[in-house]
């Protein structure tokens, strides 16, 4: 491990041949990983109706999913820091485009339950990998923005969801994983002979100590001896709470404030957040690569301003009897919020090992999935002794403050290359 904190501060950084090539085929992937995972939620009628499975059944599609690929995000992430992380990627491509497809010859609930927990399996290893290779190719000031183009192209996977439910209706409900299924295996064979790692006479040998073998429980133990990535746990932690509210309870805070249908509620309180999230992981990775170039701080400080003005956006959403003013809030708060998801994993390079890049990021993906969770059913507590939504949205308006304080008291250990 590099003894000076910030090795390369003083030297010029080409970026590798492909660097935005990688990128650029990961948006694809990082789209038909959220794609394939979300698109069974939009055909709930259409499946419960064919199979005769209850809601609470359909609802434990979902559970095993997340808890399956939460649990295992810590490990999938360790793979991708071991082994090659573009392959790491391929195998997790054409596996999870084989369950989709599998997924369309389910004839039972058991049969069903069973492809979603090796979806969550062979997702839990592409996010992790993809985002480290990502900051292999772009140790710069190209990290950030780079790191938010492709989630960018997660968050159109996530607003393209509704394919799925389009195409149950029109067709059948097993169509649909056919076609994403059979998309995702011809492309995960394409990407063989385009995603590449980064070459070894690239890599920067300040950051990373070659031919040092690595250890998954070593790795841990090294991770959680840095102050800051327990800060960072706390902040994606309390961040995931706040992001699982919202989107879990805003369809039901326009409807019951504002005495709306229940297609309008829905409307207005998801038709700009996938548009503005989109346009909000780009914006806040441009800003911080910008602001880097003269802070080293950039990074975190862009997304903690981010969070300082997604506060008090919802606190206003929260507050008034206006339903425009309401909306305006929001939309302030999808935009600005996404600034951390640009920036997450540059963060996380600057206070990780860089042996250990995606094995962090597993781990901040699998707290947040349980602390989500978690989030979701205790808003439902609260809901159900009728506390008001609009207290829980201020709640998470102060996390959000809290979160910027957390990413504000986070110390670096290692520095961009210029």
């Known amino acids: 491990m590099p003894t000076n904190p910030f090795p390369s501060l003083a030297k010029r950084h080409q970026l590798p041949a492909g660097a935005w090539l990688v990128v650029f085929l990961l948006c694809i992937v990082g789209c038909l990983n959220y ?29 095993v999913f997340l808890w399956v690929y939460g649990i295992l995000s810590p490990f999938a992430g360790f793979l991708a820091d071991k082994f090659k992380r573009s392959r790491v990627i391929i195998i997790s491509l054409f596996v999870w485009s084989a369950v989709t497809y599998l997924t369309a010859h389910a004839t039972t609930f058991n049969e069903l339950l069973l492809t979603r927990a090796l979806m969550g399996l062979s997702e839990a290893c592409y996010l992790p990998a993809a ?38 209706e029109k067709h059948n409900w097993t169509d649909a994983f056919s076609l994403f299924g059979i998309v995702g295996v011809v492309y995960s064979l394409v990407l063989i002979f385009f995603l590449k790692d980064i070459p070894a006479d690239q890599k920067d040998h300040n950051e990373v100590e070659e031919n040092k073998k690595v250890s998954f429980f070593d790795g841990l133990k090294n991770l959680f001896s840095e102050r800051s990535f327990w800060l960072l746990l706390a902040f994606w932690g309390l961040l995931g709470i706040v992001g699982w509210m919202l989107v879990g309870w805003l369809p039901t805070y326009y409807k019951e404030h504002f005495n709306l249908s229940q297609s309008t509620a829905g409307f207005y309180a998801t038709f700009y957040i996938y548009p503005l999230s989109f346009v909000g992981v780009i914006l806040g990775g441009f800003l911080a690569d910008r602001f880097s170039k003269k802070n080293p701080k950039g990074r975190i400080w862009v997304p903690a301003i981010g969070l300082c003005i997604a506060a008090p956006a919802i606190f206003l959403a929260s507050s008034t009897s206006v339903v425009w003013i309401t909306i305006i809030g929001f939309m302030v708060y999808a935009l600005t919020r996404t600034f951390s998801d640009a920036n997450l994993m540059p963060i996380l390079c600057m206070v990780a090992d860089p042996r250990y890049r995606a094995t962090g990021y597993g781990v901040l993906n699998m707290f947040a999935c349980i602390i989500g969770g978690l989030g979701i059913y205790f808003s439902g507590l609260l809901k159900d002794a009728h506390i008001d939504l609009s207290v829980m949205f201020i709640v998470a308006g102060v996390f959000m403050v809290l979160c910027a304080g957390l990413l504000a008291s986070i110390r670096l250990k290692f520095q961009q290359t210029k």
Do not use: C, E, P
């Open 35 to 63: 794609l394939d995972r979300v698109m069974i939620t939009t055909m709930r009628s259409s499946i419960t109706d064919t199979l005769h499975i209850s809601d609470a059944q359909f609802g434990l599609l979902t559970s």
């Open 131 to 168: 985002l480290a290779l990502i900051a292999d190719y772009h140790k710069g000031n190209t990290r950030s923005l780079a790191t938010g183009l492709h989630m960018g192209g997660v968050s159109l996977g996530q607003s393209f969801g509704f394919a799925g439910g389009w195409i149950a």
